[in-house]
Nanobody, 123 residues
Framework: QVQLVESGGGLVQAGGSLRLSCAAS????????MGWFRQAPGKEREFVGR????????DYADSVKGRFTISRDNAKNTVFLQMNNLKPEDTAVYYC????????????????WGQGTQVIVSS
Protein backbone atom coordinates (compact mmCIF):
# COMPACT_ATOMS: atom_id res chain seq x y z
CA GLN A 1 0.00 0.00 0.00
CA VAL A 2 1.08 3.52 -0.79
CA GLN A 3 -0.50 6.56 0.80
CA LEU A 4 -0.35 9.82 -1.12
CA VAL A 5 -1.06 13.33 0.12
CA GLU A 6 -1.08 16.33 -2.20
CA SER A 7 -0.55 19.91 -1.11
CA GLY A 8 0.22 23.30 -2.58
CA GLY A 9 -2.99 24.11 -4.38
CA GLY A 10 -4.65 27.48 -4.19
CA LEU A 11 -5.87 30.53 -6.05
CA VAL A 12 -3.51 32.23 -8.50
CA GLN A 13 -3.87 34.78 -11.26
CA ALA A 14 -3.37 33.85 -14.87
CA GLY A 15 0.32 33.90 -15.73
CA GLY A 16 1.29 32.97 -12.20
CA SER A 17 2.95 29.87 -10.80
CA LEU A 18 2.25 27.18 -8.24
CA ARG A 19 4.17 24.17 -7.07
CA LEU A 20 2.24 21.13 -5.98
CA SER A 21 3.74 18.46 -3.79
CA CYS A 22 2.75 14.86 -3.29
CA ALA A 23 4.15 13.10 -0.24
CA ALA A 24 4.21 9.32 -0.30
CA SER A 25 4.42 6.83 2.52
CA UNK A 26 4.06 3.14 3.02
CA UNK A 27 6.40 1.63 0.46
CA UNK A 28 9.75 2.33 -1.16
CA UNK A 29 8.98 5.46 -3.10
CA UNK A 30 11.76 5.05 -5.64
CA UNK A 31 10.15 1.85 -6.91
CA UNK A 32 7.08 3.72 -8.15
CA UNK A 33 6.40 5.77 -11.19
CA MET A 34 4.33 8.83 -10.34
CA GLY A 35 1.66 10.51 -12.38
CA TRP A 36 -0.24 13.76 -12.11
CA PHE A 37 -3.82 14.05 -13.30
CA ARG A 38 -6.44 16.75 -13.06
CA GLN A 39 -10.18 16.93 -13.16
CA ALA A 40 -12.20 20.04 -13.88
CA PRO A 41 -15.89 20.26 -12.97
CA GLY A 42 -18.01 18.28 -15.36
CA LYS A 43 -15.01 16.83 -17.16
CA GLU A 44 -13.16 13.56 -17.22
CA ARG A 45 -9.96 13.13 -15.26
CA GLU A 46 -7.11 13.89 -17.61
CA PHE A 47 -3.41 13.10 -17.70
CA VAL A 48 -1.04 15.92 -16.93
CA GLY A 49 2.30 14.15 -16.85
CA ARG A 50 4.39 11.45 -15.23
CA UNK A 51 7.85 10.74 -13.97
CA UNK A 52 9.05 7.18 -14.27
CA UNK A 53 10.79 5.23 -11.57
CA UNK A 54 13.89 4.66 -13.67
CA UNK A 55 16.12 7.57 -14.60
CA UNK A 56 13.38 10.09 -13.81
CA UNK A 57 12.15 10.15 -17.39
CA UNK A 58 9.16 12.44 -17.80
CA ASP A 59 6.45 13.03 -20.31
CA TYR A 60 3.59 15.50 -20.44
CA ALA A 61 0.25 16.20 -21.99
CA ASP A 62 0.49 18.58 -24.92
CA SER A 63 -1.68 21.10 -23.06
CA VAL A 64 0.96 21.62 -20.36
CA LYS A 65 4.17 20.88 -22.20
CA GLY A 66 6.66 23.71 -21.76
CA ARG A 67 4.75 25.15 -18.79
CA PHE A 68 4.67 22.31 -16.25
CA THR A 69 7.60 20.33 -14.88
CA ILE A 70 7.52 17.16 -12.80
CA SER A 71 10.38 16.23 -10.52
CA ARG A 72 10.92 13.88 -7.64
CA ASP A 73 13.00 13.69 -4.50
CA ASN A 74 13.32 10.03 -3.58
CA ALA A 75 15.08 10.87 -0.32
CA LYS A 76 12.01 12.85 0.77
CA ASN A 77 9.45 10.50 -0.81
CA THR A 78 7.96 13.43 -2.65
CA VAL A 79 7.01 14.27 -6.22
CA PHE A 80 6.50 17.83 -7.39
CA LEU A 81 4.51 19.51 -10.11
CA GLN A 82 5.85 22.96 -10.95
CA MET A 83 3.23 24.90 -12.87
CA ASN A 84 4.22 28.11 -14.63
CA ASN A 85 2.31 30.50 -16.87
CA LEU A 86 -0.96 29.20 -15.52
CA LYS A 87 -4.12 29.67 -17.53
CA PRO A 88 -7.77 29.68 -16.43
CA GLU A 89 -8.23 26.37 -18.23
CA ASP A 90 -5.74 24.84 -15.80
CA THR A 91 -8.34 25.19 -13.05
CA ALA A 92 -9.03 21.73 -11.66
CA VAL A 93 -8.47 19.36 -8.79
CA TYR A 94 -5.01 17.92 -9.20
CA TYR A 95 -4.24 14.36 -8.19
CA CYS A 96 -1.04 12.42 -7.89
CA UNK A 97 -0.97 8.70 -8.48
CA UNK A 98 1.53 5.89 -8.07
CA UNK A 99 2.23 2.78 -10.09
CA UNK A 100 4.84 0.07 -9.39
CA UNK A 101 5.39 -0.18 -13.12
CA UNK A 102 6.01 2.65 -15.53
CA UNK A 103 2.64 4.30 -15.26
CA UNK A 104 1.06 5.70 -18.37
CA UNK A 105 -1.31 8.37 -19.59
CA UNK A 106 -4.48 6.69 -18.43
CA UNK A 107 -5.86 6.67 -14.91
CA UNK A 108 -6.27 2.91 -14.95
CA UNK A 109 -2.48 2.56 -15.16
CA UNK A 110 -2.14 3.66 -11.54
CA UNK A 111 -2.86 1.71 -8.40
CA UNK A 112 -2.79 4.41 -5.76
CA TRP A 113 -4.24 7.91 -5.60
CA GLY A 114 -4.15 10.94 -3.38
CA GLN A 115 -7.18 12.93 -2.33
CA GLY A 116 -6.44 15.85 -4.63
CA THR A 117 -5.67 19.52 -4.22
CA GLN A 118 -7.67 22.34 -5.79
CA VAL A 119 -6.06 24.81 -8.18
CA ILE A 120 -8.01 27.86 -9.31
CA VAL A 121 -6.59 30.20 -11.92
CA SER A 122 -8.38 33.52 -12.24
CA SER A 123 -8.36 35.55 -15.43
Amino acid sequence: QVQLVESGGGLVQAGGSLRLSCAASGQTFSRYSMGWFRQAPGKEREFVGRIMKSFGITDYADSVKGRFTISRDNAKNTVFLQMNNLKPEDTAVYYCAADPGYGGSTATSYNYWGQGTQVIVSS
